[in-house]
């Protein structure tokens, strides 16, 4: 079974900064071959799409809420994709998930097969 693993969140001021990671498995062959997201739910809301990054890392997507604040990252050698934030918000703070969908494009999480447990972020004022 593929899982996806993400790391990298934890407690940060309002403006700062932190670098999400999420490592596929060793045995997923053709990681390059999936569509990569993150998303975010924060308590009492909806999962929201934070980011997409296309199968080759060339393209990439995000929610309007943090354009040019997040940017998000791949690395098909090693299964890695990650999330830079920046200029963190309060209404940043959320459970942070990755996930994968092969072939396609998608920013619609039901459509995502792969997905990672979430690592926490949270943004103090």
């Known amino acids: 079974q593929v899982h996806l693993v993400e790391s990298g969140g934890g407690l940060v001021q309002a403006g700062g900064s932190l670098r999400l990671s999420c490592a596929a498995s060793?045995?997923?062959?053709?990681?390059?071959?999936?569509?990569m997201s993150w998303f975010r739910q924060a308590p009492g809301k909806e999962r929201e799409r934070v980011a997409t990054?296309?199968?080759?890392?060339?393209?990439?997507d995000y929610v309007e809420s943090v354009e040019g604040r997040f940017t998000i990252s791949r690395d098909n050698v090693n299964n890695m994709v990650f999330l830079q934030m920046n200029g963190l918000k309060l209404e940043d703070t959320a459970l942070y998930s990755c996930?994968?969908?092969?072939?396609?494009?998608?920013?619609?999480?039901?459509?995502?097969?792969?997905w990672g447990q979430g690592t926490q972020v949270t943004v103090s004022s």
């Open positions: 996930a994968g969908l092969q072939w396609s494009w998608s920013e619609s999480a039901e459509h995502y097969t792969l």
């Open positions: 060793s045995y997923l062959e053709g990681f390059s071959t999936y569509t």
């Open positions: 990054i296309s199968r080759s890392g060339t393209t990439t």
